[in-house]
């Protein structure tokens, strides 16, 4: 329940989630192209204002602030993802709506990374980003007091909504020009394009926002017909009957004029394009099988098996309602068999989109960066722990049917 006099959360995110989608179709054009592409006049309404973004960060109270920013908006740190092992260095979390109500009203996720610092290998580049970072301010002075402001009151009193919107949406656009010298931008690449993308500007921007598609296989399809390159192979499990989890693909869409501290002219690649399908749930069970299936699948395809060929591994995963439903592999709603929703991302497509989008070679295998007691310092930098999906979707598949 709202409290009188407060604005919804769902509806503060809801309008975030449009003007973010309005600002990001007037500044990266193919977006625009990928939302006709999807468009499904008369499908499920919530496939049409259904999208995530993304967002890199690199100091711990960034973190801090960006969870108490999306907490005015109903959103919330789900899962714990380490990319660190596929050669990614950052750690993230999934900002989403948690209850069921909050998911059909306004289904916007934020997908959030933490640069890992302490996996430069230089420790005077290290030292160096460190100090560029902690030189900047990503949230306005006005935007805190309203955070503050909805903490102590519980809600956001309704007359703030709209500043509130405006003050949020500055943490999150692009900025044309960098915080550093062209050199140090080009140093900073040479370590890690990741690093360079969050250190030499001044703020997290979204760098995609991505719709749902009913059908990502056809969407796909759709993408290369219309001249938009996006990368061959789709992330996640292959075509299905009875879709799971989640299927992505993505393009590069942008290369960025920018300018650098110095005044010297450059290019970056910041901002891309990717489309989305969802599917049901898993249970812990159903997820076990698919990574043990999906890491055979990227076994065989990094020796050199063609991607379709090596997909076949997953006839091993039942493709039909009942066999999903006696194998307890997948979340149903209480007494259906409807499958629950998965709302959640994978990492190992994760750091597919990622590898691609950062112009860095796509087959998997990538150097292994050091990993472990990356989830404590994150949920530190958080200043909270992440709630368990798995719990999530439990509770949902055992609320009282109704
Ligand atoms: C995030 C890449 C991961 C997804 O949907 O799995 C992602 C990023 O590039 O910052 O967006
Ligand atoms: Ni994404």
Redesign the pocket.
Same mark, same amino acid.
């Given at each position: 329940m709202t409290e009188v006099g407060m604005v919804d959360p769902d509806i503060l995110r809801a309008r975030f989630s449009q003007a973010l989608s309005d600002i990001y179709r007037r500044e990266v054009p193919l977006y625009g192209t990928l939302l006709e592409l999807v468009g499904s006049p008369g499908g499920d309404p919530r496939l049409r204002v259904e999208r %995530?973004g /993304?967002i890199?960060l690199g100091l711990p109270d960034e973190l801090r602030g960006i969870r108490r920013l999306f907490a005015v908006m109903g959103l919330h740190p789900v899962g714990y993802y380490d990319l660190a092992g596929a050669g990614i260095p950052v750690h993230s979390t999934a900002f989403r709506p948690i209850q069921a109500a909050a998911l059909a009203a306004s289904p916007f996720r934020v997908?959030t990374?933490l640069l890992r610092l302490e996996l430069i290998a230089d420790p005077a580049l290290r030292d160096e980003a460190a100090a560029i970072l902690s030189g900047r301010r990503i949230f306005t002075g006005r935007l805190l007091e309203l955070v503050a402001l909805a903490e102590a009151e519980g809600g956001l009193p309704a007359e703030h909504a709209d500043r509130f919107l405006a003050e949020a949406l500055e943490t999150f656009r692009w900025h044309p020009t960098a915080a550093v010298e062209a050199a140090t931008y080009h140093q900073l690449r040479a370590a890690h394009p990741l690093v360079a993308d969050v250190v030499c500007f001044r703020g997290p921007h979204i =760098? %995609?926002l991505?719709p749902r598609t009913r059908d990502i296989d056809v969407t796909h399809g759709a993408m290369r017909a219309r001249g938009m390159k996006p990368k061959p192979t789709i992330e996640g499990p292959p075509r299905r009957q009875v879709p799971i989890l989640l299927r992505?693909t993505s393009f590069l869409a942008l290369d960025e004029v920018v300018r650098f501290a110095d005044g010297a002219p450059g290019t970056h690649t910041a901002r891309f394009g990717?489309v989305e399908q969802r599917g049901a749930a898993l249970t812990p069970e159903g997820r076990t099988l698919y990574d043990r299936l999906l890491a055979l699948m990227q076994a065989e395809v990094a020796s050199g098996i063609p991607h379709a060929e090596a997909a076949a591994i997953f006839a091993a995963f039942p493709d039909d309602l009942d066999g999903l439903h006696a194998a307890k592999l997948a979340f149903f709603r209480p007494g259906t068999r409807e499958p629950i929703l998965y709302e959640d991302?994978l990492p190992a497509? /994760?750091a597919g989109?990622?590898r691609s =989008?950062l112009g860095a070679a796509d087959p998997v295998g990538a150097d292994a960066m050091p990993v472990g007691g990356g989830r404590a310092a994150f949920e530190v930098a958080l200043g909270a722990p992440v709630l368990d999906e798995m719990a999530l979707y439990a509770s949902r598949a055992s609320e009282a049917a109704g």
């Amino acid at each position: 329940m709202t409290e009188v006099g407060m604005v919804d959360p769902d509806i503060l995110r809801a309008r975030f989630s449009q003007a973010l989608s309005d600002i990001y179709r007037r500044e990266v054009p193919l977006y625009g192209t990928l939302l006709e592409l999807v468009g499904s006049p008369g499908g499920d309404p919530r496939l049409r204002v259904e999208r %995530h973004g /993304a967002i890199r960060l690199g100091l711990p109270d960034e973190l801090r602030g960006i969870r108490r920013l999306f907490a005015v908006m109903g959103l919330h740190p789900v899962g714990y993802y380490d990319l660190a092992g596929a050669g990614i260095p950052v750690h993230s979390t999934a900002f989403r709506p948690i209850q069921a109500a909050a998911l059909a009203a306004s289904p916007f996720r934020v997908f959030t990374s933490l640069l890992r610092l302490e996996l430069i290998a230089d420790p005077a580049l290290r030292d160096e980003a460190a100090a560029i970072l902690s030189g900047r301010r990503i949230f306005t002075g006005r935007l805190l007091e309203l955070v503050a402001l909805a903490e102590a009151e519980g809600g956001l009193p309704a007359e703030h909504a709209d500043r509130f919107l405006a003050e949020a949406l500055e943490t999150f656009r692009w900025h044309p020009t960098a915080a550093v010298e062209a050199a140090t931008y080009h140093q900073l690449r040479a370590a890690h394009p990741l690093v360079a993308d969050v250190v030499c500007f001044r703020g997290p921007h979204i =760098n %995609h926002l991505t719709p749902r598609t009913r059908d990502i296989d056809v969407t796909h399809g759709a993408m290369r017909a219309r001249g938009m390159k996006p990368k061959p192979t789709i992330e996640g499990p292959p075509r299905r009957q009875v879709p799971i989890l989640l299927r992505q693909t993505s393009f590069l869409a942008l290369d960025e004029v920018v300018r650098f501290a110095d005044g010297a002219p450059g290019t970056h690649t910041a901002r891309f394009g990717e489309v989305e399908q969802r599917g049901a749930a898993l249970t812990p069970e159903g997820r076990t099988l698919y990574d043990r299936l999906l890491a055979l699948m990227q076994a065989e395809v990094a020796s050199g098996i063609p991607h379709a060929e090596a997909a076949a591994i997953f006839a091993a995963f039942p493709d039909d309602l009942d066999g999903l439903h006696a194998a307890k592999l997948a979340f149903f709603r209480p007494g259906t068999r409807e499958p629950i929703l998965y709302e959640d991302f994978l990492p190992a497509s /994760a750091a597919g989109i990622f590898r691609s =989008n950062l112009g860095a070679a796509d087959p998997v295998g990538a150097d292994a960066m050091p990993v472990g007691g990356g989830r404590a310092a994150f949920e530190v930098a958080l200043g909270a722990p992440v709630l368990d999906e798995m719990a999530l979707y439990a509770s949902r598949a055992s609320e009282a049917a109704g």
